[in-house]
Every structure is written in C-alpha cells, then in structure tokens.
C-alpha cells in the first residue's frame, strides 16, 4: 500500500513538473516571468553549487531549529502548569484568547525595533506564532485525560507530579506530537517571511535579492528549495510522531507523503 501511495505521489509530481515546463513554452505565460522547469532547475544547480547558498540555508535551519526547539518547551511546560494550576488558567484563559489571534507578521516592526535584522527578530517571529500550536494542542490533551483514571491515580496515592507523569503525559502526548509537527511547519514559514521581509540572512533574504536583480528562474529556484525544505520537515516529524505513538490508533494507516 505504501508502495502504491509513493509511486501516485511520484507520478503526480512528474506531471506537476511536465505542466511546468510545456506551459510557458506555449506561450499561455510570459517565460520572462514564468520560466520552464528546465531553467529553473538549471538555476537550482547554479545555486547549489555556490557557498554562500549554503550558509543562507544553515542561517535558515538554525533560526528554525532554535526558535522551534524554545516554543516546544516553553509550550509544554507552560500547558502542563495551566493544566496542573486550575486557578492560574483560569487567571490566563482571557490573555491566551487575546493574543493567540495576534499574527506574527503583525511583530515584525517590533522585531526590526528590538532587534534589527539579527537572528533574535525571526526567533521573536518563529517563537511567536510556533509557541500557540504547542501550547493549544496540550491544554486539549490534558482535557481529554478519563476522569476515571484520574480518580483511581488518586485513590492510589499518586502526587501530582507522578500523575503527570503515568496518567496525564500518556494522554496528551499524541496531542502534543501534533502541536509539534504542526508547529515544525508554521516556524519554517515564519522563518522564511521574517527573513524575506526583515532582511535577516537566510533563504528568504536570498530570495528577495533574486527577486530585485530580476534573476527569476534563481528565484523560483530558491522557492523550490523552501517547498522541498517544507517537505522534509513534514516527513522528518511524521517519522517522528510515529515513532513516538507506534501504540496509537492515530498513527495507523496513514498516507506516506
């Protein structure tokens, strides 16, 4: 079955790709602002082969990476106290629903004013809108713990924190895996748009050079590189969650990407 799934996602790619390159050779798009997928892939080799493509990349990874790592922890740790402190979520319940609908790109100018164009406004930016994903999905985890189970840790002796552990972690983490990979996706995003709009060094700065030299096929080459990065996230943390949840019915029979 998986066999079968890879091989239609592969034939649809080639098709995607065959599209790309008969349409602007027909002439039903400017090829100046639309190029074949020969010359863009061409454009992507010219930009492999070159250092500074790779240090764009790596600036990329590590704004993702550090600002991905910092709003899985601070979303844990911050839902489990909710959690555990009933008054001090209800204290915060209003805050959370103000700044929760708050878009990070509507931070950037704060960004630019702490910060500038260093690597501490996209983590501001990645932290930002990755922390609500995490944090949401563990307040939803620890709802759907069984009262029952909760009662019977209780009766047990258990304290809190061992109630944490064997009643309320099992429970949540499925949610929690999927705050994760939900959040892997929204840092890379914002990654990419702080540097794009910001001007932080990184494949969305490089981007925006692309673009402004009117180098377009460099620049859909890049653009492809952000797609493939996406998706090797995508895949890295679905490997991930089932890995983590081999014992749970939400990770069975799924579509491999």
């Not at 010359?39 to 704004?63: K, M």
């Not at 103000?98 to 406004?121: M, N, Q």
């Not at 009117?214 to 996230?233: C, D, R, T």
């Not at 943390?237 to 029979?253: K, M, T, Y």
Request: proline content about 5%; aromatic content about 8%; glycine content about 10%.
């Amino acid at each position: 079955m998986r066999g079968a799934n890879a091989a239609l996602g592969a034939a649809g790619l080639a098709a995607f790709l065959a599209l790309g390159e008969a349409v602007p050779r027909l002439g039903l798009v400017e090829r100046e602002y639309f190029p074949p997928t020969s010359r863009i892939a061409g454009a992507l080799g010219t930009e492999v082969a070159d250092g500074a493509f790779w240090t764009a990349l790596g600036d990329t990874l590590t704004g993702w990476a550090l600002g991905l790592a910092l709003a899985v922890g601070a979303g844990i740790v911050v839902g489990v106290l909710l959690c555990v402190v009933p008054y001090l979520r209800a204290a915060t319940a209003s805050t959370i629903e103000f700044l929760r609908p708050i878009p990070s790109v509507a931070l950037i100018p704060l960004a630019v004013l702490l910060y500038g164009t260093e690597l501490k406004s996209v983590l501001l930016l990645v932290v930002y809108a990755s922390f609500w994903q995490v944090l949401i999905q563990v307040l939803y985890g620890v709802q759907d713990v069984d009262p029952v189970a909760e009662e019977t840790a209780r009766s047990y002796g258990l304290g809190t924190w061992a109630r944490v552990r064997h009643v309320l972690w099992p429970t949540a983490l499925p949610y929690v895996m999927t705050g994760v990979r939900l959040a892997a996706a929204v840092a890379l995003i914002l990654a990419i748009t702080a540097e794009l709009v910001i001007g932080a060094p990184g494949l969305g700065a490089r981007i925006a050079v692309a673009q402004t030299s009117q180098a377009v096929p460099e620049m859909y080459a890049l653009i492809v590189v952000a797609g493939l990065l996406g998706l090797l996230i995508n895949v890295g943390a679905r490997s991930v969650e089932r890995r983590a949840l081999a014992w749970h019915q939400s990770v069975r029979g799924e579509v491999t990407v």
